[in-house]
């Protein structure tokens, strides 16, 4: 079974500290994403990476960073966090071509920013 | 904008019927189409998926439709079960052989099957 980890499940932070989600998949992916999930608008696609050492963005990119620096683990990095960044976060890996596209998702992150 | 639009955000059916989830995009280039659900405190699980080149496929109970011309899927899932209750989400992929596996999901629809 893949299996996709995420640091914590619940996190609470200040305003302007420096946040780091992590997350670990155990099948061997190339591809790597990060996920904010809000009521009403759904899955959006913060950054993705296809490789060791690679990142494109997403659709919401701004106030975040990633990094990949192994194949398996795939950081989130809040810079300076911010009250409209409170959501729950979802890391996923896939491979990188299909069909199949499904994307295995970890349980999810709840960030609260206060 | 938008290009996965699920425009119900909640559905409410009894036990045994059938549940139908609606999913529209306006993206030309999407030719694979996928629906994940979601519990509470998880992350999202795959369902079911279809390639541009189909207009159905079923899995045991869950059957996806797709009608290209209407840029519009559905998710039929007969017959609905209690644990069936959970939010949907539709989600797309463009020109795959390019973009690799990103996708553009929908705003979820939350089931509720009722016992």
């Known amino acids: 079974d893949v299996k996709v980890t995420q640091s914590s499940r619940y996190l609470v932070k200040r305003t302007g500290e420096k946040v780091f989600l992590e997350c670990v998949q155990d099948m061997d992916h190339e591809n790597m994403f990060w996920y904010r999930q809000d009521p009403g608008l759904g899955l959006r696609l913060i950054y993705f990476s296809y490789d060791v050492k690679m990142k494109e963005k997403g659709d919401i990119p701004e106030g975040y960073s990633v990094s990949r620096e192994k194949k398996e683990r795939f950081s989130l990095i809040l810079e300076s966090a911010s009250t409209n960044q409170t959501s729950m976060y979802l890391c996923?890996?896939?491979?990188?071509?299909?069909?199949?596209?499904?994307?295995?998702f970890g349980p999810g992150t709840r960030l609260t920013v206060t | 904008d938008q290009q996965v639009k699920q425009n119900s955000p909640s559905l409410s059916v009894q036990e045994g019927r059938i549940s139908i989830l609606n999913c529209d995009y306006t993206?030309?280039?999407?030719?694979?189409f996928l629906w994940y659900k979601k519990y509470p405190a998880e992350g999202p699980t795959f369902l079911i998926s279809?390639?541009?080149?189909?207009d159905k496929n079923e899995d045991g109970r869950f059957t996806v439709f797709l009608n290209k011309s209407a840029k519009h899927l559905s998710l039929h899932i007969v017959p609905s079960q209690p644990g069936d209750s959970a939010v949907y989400f539709c989600a797309a992929s463009a020109s795959w052989w390019t973009s690799g596996s990103r996708l553009t999901f929908g705003e979820g629809t939350q089931l509720t099957v009722n016992p």
């Open positions: 996923a890996s896939s491979f990188p071509w299909g069909p199949p596209l499904e994307q295995y």
């Open positions: 993206n030309s280039m999407f030719d694979y």
């Open positions: 279809i390639s541009s080149i189909k």
